[in-house]
T-cell receptor, first 116, second 113 residues
Framework: KNQVEQSPQSLIILEGKNCTLQCNYTVSPFSNLRWYKQDTGRGPVSLTI?????NTKSNGRYTATLDADTKQSSLHITASQLSDSASYICVVSAVSRGSTLGRLYFGRGTQLTVWP | GAGVSQSPSNKVTEKGKDVELRCDPI?????LYWYRQSLGQGLEFLIY????????KSGLPSDRFSAERTGGSVSTLTIQRTQQEDSAVYLC???????????FGQGTRLTVV
């Protein structure tokens, strides 16, 4: 069964601190893994997208890692800001080159709260 | 506009009524997804369109739900005989193709009373 599991479910940190969010998946055949940030009441916004061959990708203070062998990914946030408070969603894309269809599998997200 | 546009942004309807939700994807994007997000829940896949291929409808929760994509662009999600459990935010996303980043609209908040 294709699944995406995220941990922790929620996290509270103080402004300026770092944190790491985890994502484990069983999606196959794997195409790429994406991290999205979703502010309350808004649609998800892409942070990073990584393919099978990529281990690390950064976007400002956000750094995502991918271990395709263990099917794990992490999102590291450096020097957190109040505006980082949001839900962070791990999304895995399953698609095979012989198929015209693809599917995005979503984790339930980690709710991050940054306190001043 | 440059992004994915959804309308209406909010919809309140009476139980038993039909509703239509609209999604305008980014121009040129061949892949279009519909998801819904209930309060405090993760994103639930509903349906996926890719070019002219038959859509993946495996996420539609019941036969009251249907979607179409006309001319490979605009998509409408129709919910017939709405029930209170249909209340959720319905999100549409599009991507250039099945491999690339998906961009989301702001969603339609549906409330069935």
């Amino acid at each position: 069964k294709n699944q995406v599991e995220q941990s922790p479910q929620s996290l509270i940190i103080l402004e300026g601190k770092n944190c790491t969010l985890q994502c484990n998946y069983t999606v196959s055949p794997f195409s790429n893994l994406r991290w999205y940030k979703q502010d309350t009441g808004r649609g998800p916004v892409s942070l990073t997208i990584m393919t099978f061959s990529e281990n690390t990708k950064s976007n400002g203070r956000y750094t995502a890692t991918l271990d395709a062998d263990t099917k794990q990914s992490s999102l590291h946030i450096t020097a957190s800001q109040l505006s980082d408070s949001a839900s962070y969603i791990c999304v895995v894309s399953a698609v095979s080159r012989g198929s015209t269809l693809g599917r995005l599998y979503f984790g339930r997200g980690t709710q991050l709260t940054v306190w001043p | 506009g440059a992004g994915v546009s959804q309308s209406p942004s909010n919809k309140v309807t009476e139980k038993g009524k039909d509703v239509e939700l609209r999604c305008d994807p980014i121009s040129g994007h061949t892949a279009l997804y519909w998801y819904r997000q209930s309060l405090g829940q993760g994103l639930e896949f509903l349906i996926y369109f890719q070019g002219n291929s038959a859509p993946d409808k495996s996420g539609l929760p019941s036969d009251r739900f249907s979607a179409e994509r006309t001319g490979g662009s605009v998509s409408t999600l129709t919910i017939q005989r709405t029930q209170q459990e249909d209340s959720a935010v319905y999100l549409c996303a599009s991507s250039l193709d099945k491999y690339t980043e998906a961009f989301f609209g702001q969603g339609t908040r549906l409330t069935v009373v």
